[in-house]
């Protein structure tokens, strides 16, 4: 988790919605749901592409 938020604090991943993928899945892992949630959908508002999306967005509700 220390390595993905120095990479966060690093801003040069802020527009790539992988940075917030791993850090959600990383956040749900440790129990943080609610951090998670909000990191799915900022992943899911970064994604380009429609179907990830859908799985980001569902990944968001189940948290």
């Given at each position: ?12 991943l802020e ?16 129990g ?32």
């Open positions: 988790m220390q390595l993905v938020d120095e990479i966060a604090a690093a801003g040069t527009r790539s919605h992988l940075l917030y993928a791993v850090r959600a899945g990383l956040l749900a892992r440790l943080h749901r609610e951090q998670a949630r909000a990191d799915y959908l900022k992943a899911a508002e970064l994604c380009g592409n429609e179907a990830e999306r859908a799985v980001l967005n569902a990944k968001a509700a189940e948290q």
